[in-house]
């Protein structure tokens, strides 16, 4: 086994969180300080503070080609789905209460769903491919004059699938409905613009992209009807009240900053690092299953199912990697993940998967360390199942 095992452990679960960046932080200590006023206060140093957030909103704003004013920040990507989702429904008219989603989204935007499900909305889902696509012509004939809006997540959490949500948003439009995508995975680390795309709303997660946990924003077209989900001081232009999280603002304006610089090198770098590692297991594992598509997916995220075993049994003897079974919510629970049943994967095959996902700091020479102490998990694990009677796989 390599030395790194024994110092510092090999983060490969970036889709999780991120650490914070250097910059990032530099750029919040302040506001955690001395300049900790709240930006309703009429004086210096709520000015101060209130400066801070209109700096952060015009950054996160210029980071996916949207005017400030059409920011709102959240708590998150959880809290941004719910806005949006929830918030969209509660201002629409009674005529139109059908929501067009996919059964591969984050569980925040599946318990939105599911909730207005409760409450009498008709919810389609749409279905997703065998490569983990959702199909646009499925989209077209679900897609009716009665849908209030369409949700479909632009990058998928566990497989790194990039959805096709600009073609849907032109479907969605022409019929009259909202769109929302869930950008949590994407924005940060792909090239995302609301024009482009021509979503009304997009949800955006600041820890996964080297800002601070329990920062996000919600980007929301202007003119679109939505209705707040708490009623308060009025912060957010209305939309979120509460008090502002300033220096959790200020860390994802400047995580935006670094996003615009990094992201084209990043892009080509990472997916480098992802190729080396596949190669590198592939090669070694006969029967190893890629679910990442080789094309139109995340430069980052790998999920791949090991033959045989459980893919938390290889983790758990991986010792000096750090990746995930599945989405970092559902880990733990010992069922096959949702998204990869939903693209036709067979539970035992499901059962095996780990997804691995690669940051700004992974290196080469991290990747065929990861490879190598994998690949001895997987031969361990393997020959302990060989070496008692078969179980529940
Ligand atoms: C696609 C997606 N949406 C939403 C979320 C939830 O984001 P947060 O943890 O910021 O609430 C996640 C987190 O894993 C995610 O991957």
């Not at 096709?164 to 969605?172: C, N």
């Not at 009240?241 to 995580?255: K, R």
């Not at 992974?362 to 065929?368: D, L, V």
Request: charged share 20%; proline share 6%; with cysteine.
């Amino acid at each position: 086994m390599s030395d790194s095992a024994s110092t510092s452990p090999i983060y490969l679960d970036h889709n999780a969180t991120t650490p914070i960046a250097p910059e990032v932080l530099d750029a919040m200590q302040p506001y955690l300080t001395e300049s900790f006023g709240n930006p309703s206060s009429d004086h210096p140093l709520g000015r101060e503070a209130r400066r801070a957030v209109d700096v952060a909103r015009d950054q996160v704003a210029t980071l996916i080609g949207a005017s400030p004013d059409e920011i709102v920040f959240t708590s998150g990507g959880t809290e941004s789905n719910h806005l949006a989702i929830r918030g969209v429904a509660a201002s629409t008219s009674a005529r139109c209460r059908r929501v067009v989603t996919t059964p591969v989204e984050h569980p925040a935007t599946a318990g939105a769903c599911a909730l207005l499900e409760a409450q009498g909305w008709s919810i389609t889902r749409l279905p997703v491919s065998r490569d983990g696509f959702v199909d646009a012509i499925a989209a077209a004939e679900a897609i009716g004059d009665d849908v209030a809006l369409v949700t479909v997540m632009l990058a998928q959490n566990e497989t790194g699938a990039i959805m096709p949500v600009g073609e849907i948003a032109s479907i969605a439009r022409s019929h009259g409905a909202l769109i929302h995508s869930d950008g949590a995975q994407a924005v940060g680390k792909i090239d995302v613009n609301v024009d482009r795309l021509g979503v009304d709303l997009l949800s955006i997660a600041g820890h996964k992209f080297y800002a601070p946990k329990g920062v996000g924003a919600l980007y929301v077209r202007s003119g679109t009807p939505i209705d707040p989900l708490l009623l308060g001081g009025g912060q957010e232009g209305g939309l979120r009240p509460g008090t502002e999280n300033v220096a959790g603002i200020v860390g994802l304006g400047a995580a935006s900053v670094l996003a615009r610089l990094r992201v084209a090198t990043d892009l080509t770098v990472i997916d480098a690092l992802r190729e080396q590692l596949w190669s590198g297991l592939a090669g070694k594992i006969p029967g190893l299953v890629r679910h990442t598509p080789s094309k139109s997916c995340l430069p980052n995220t790998l999920s791949l199912s090991f033959p045989g075993v459980l893919g938390r049994d290889v983790l758990a003897r991986a010792d000096g990697v750090l990746a995930s079974t599945g989405s970092a919510c559902h880990s733990g629970v010992d069922t096959p993940a949702e998204t990869l049943l939903a693209m036709g994967v067979s539970p035992e095959i499901a059962l095996g998967a780990i997804r691995i996902s690669l940051g700004r700091a992974n290196t080469r020479a991290q990747i065929e360390t990861a490879v190598e102490i994998l690949v001895s998990a997987f031969d361990i694990v393997r020959q302990d199942r060989t070496n008692r009677p078969p179980s529940g796989l």
